[in-house]
Antibody
Framework: QLQLQESGPGLVKPSETLSLTCTVSGGSISSSSYYWGWIRQPPGKGLEWIGSIYYSGSTYYNPSLKSRVTISVDTSKNQFSLKLSSVTAADTAVYYC????????????WGQGTLVTVSS | QSALTQPASVSGSPGQSITISCTGTSSDVGGYNYVSWYQQHPGKAPKLMIYEVSNRPSGVPDRFSGSKSGNTASLTISGLQAEDEADYYCSSYTSSSTVVFGGGTKLTVL
């Protein structure tokens, strides 16, 4: 059974860079059938897609976040990562990693999510 | 990109049917058959319920169905059960090669 697990600091200071890693187990991140994505959810609010990456390193990002986001992949560790720079309190959210079917933009497996709070 | 439009809340009694709408534009919902629906219980990760407008993943009850007409997609839940009470989100592929979610709908089972 495929599992995804987010990890990283739960508290980040304003203006700093948020860094999270998603570890995939029970399947290969190098599958040609899937992208791997990040989605976030501010407390009490809806879902927002951040961006997705293919095992080759090809990425696509939410235009509203693109200037601050970098998503990378490490196939040797079966992991992909998110970096969000110049964070503010508005970036406080539960961050989810998920598997995305190529061509369908459907997220079929999700991590449990990790709360990241931006505060000094 | 603007979020897809969903009603903030819907409600129904056990056994009844409800429909949640998801309205976009010809650049997203109306232009592609790549609409998905997710169920989210409090404190839990979203769960995929419908993909490519009307397809159900293995394990999702056939009480859940999806459809689309023009720029509006719909999720219908028939034979409403207490465990269906949750937040529901739609998503769509867009002409900018991105993904956009709806604002979410809270379903209350009376």
């Amino acid at each position: 059974q495929l599992q995804l697990q987010e990890s990283g600091p739960g508290l980040v200071k304003p203006s700093e860079t948020l860094s999270l890693t998603c570890t995939v187990s029970g399947g290969s991140i190098s599958s040609s059938s899937y992208y791997w994505g990040w989605i976030r959810q501010p407390p009490g609010k809806g879902l927002e897609w951040i961006g997705s990456i293919y095992y080759s390193g090809s990425t696509y990002y939410n235009p509203s976040l693109k200037s601050r986001v970098t998503i990378s992949v490490d196939t040797s560790k079966n992991q992909f990562s998110l970096k969000l720079s110049s964070v503010t309190a508005a970036d406080t959210a539960v961050y989810y990693c998920a598997r995305e079917a190529v061509g369908a933009t459907t997220f079929d497996y999700w991590g449990q999510g990790t709360l990241v709070t931006v505060s000094s | 990109q603007s979020a897809l439009t969903q009603p903030a809340s819907v409600s129904g009694s056990p056994g009844q049917s409800i429909t949640i709408s998801c309205t976009g534009t010809s650049s997203d919902v109306g232009g592609y058959n790549y609409v998905s629906w997710y169920q989210q219980h409090p404190g839990k990760a979203p769960k995929l319920m419908i993909y490519e407008v009307s397809n159900r993943p293995s394990g999702v009850p056939d009480r859940f169905s999806g459809s689309k007409s023009g720029n509006t997609a719909s999720l219908t839940i028939s034979g409403l059960q207490a465990e269906d009470e949750a937040d529901y989100y739609c998503s769509s592929y867009t002409s900018s090669s991105t993904v956009v979610f709806g604002g979410g709908t809270k379903l209350t089972v009376l």
